[in-house]
């Protein structure tokens, strides 16, 4: 089984910056992506930015120019730095992990409070 935390997060006024971290840890032999994810009160959860083993990124459209991800491969972790914060990004932020262990995996965290408010 393999388990997914989170850390990082709290509460920052509008312009201001955060750096959210995320670890898999478990039997893993290899992860093929993991990625940042938000739910806002009353939306849909929606895609933030992912980074694949290749080090392929991708990002919400919103977040272009100010999120940054980053992914350390030999400790299974990712980073998700947020510059530039608004209030509209406030929501629970979720890590997500894919890959293979004694068979494939897509695994969660239990998600980290951000909150950008004045």
């Known amino acids: 089984q393999v388990q997914v935390v989170e850390s990082g997060g709290g509460l920052v006024q509008p312009g201001g910056s955060l750096r959210l971290s995320c670890a898999a840890s478990g039997r893993i032999f290899s992860i093929s992506a993991m990625g940042w994810y938000r739910q806002a009160p009353g939306k849909q959860r929606e895609l933030v930015a992912t980074?694949?083993?290749?080090?392929?990124?991708n990002y919400e459209d919103s977040v272009k120019g100010r999120f940054t991800i980053a992914r350390d491969n030999g400790k299974n972790t990712v980073y998700l730095q947020m510059n530039s914060l608004k209030p509209e990004d406030t929501a629970v932020y979720y890590c997500n992990a894919r890959g293979t262990s004694f068979g494939k995996f897509d695994s969660w965290g239990q998600g980290t409070q951000v909150t950008v408010s004045s």
């Open positions: 980074v694949t083993g290749g080090d392929t990124t």
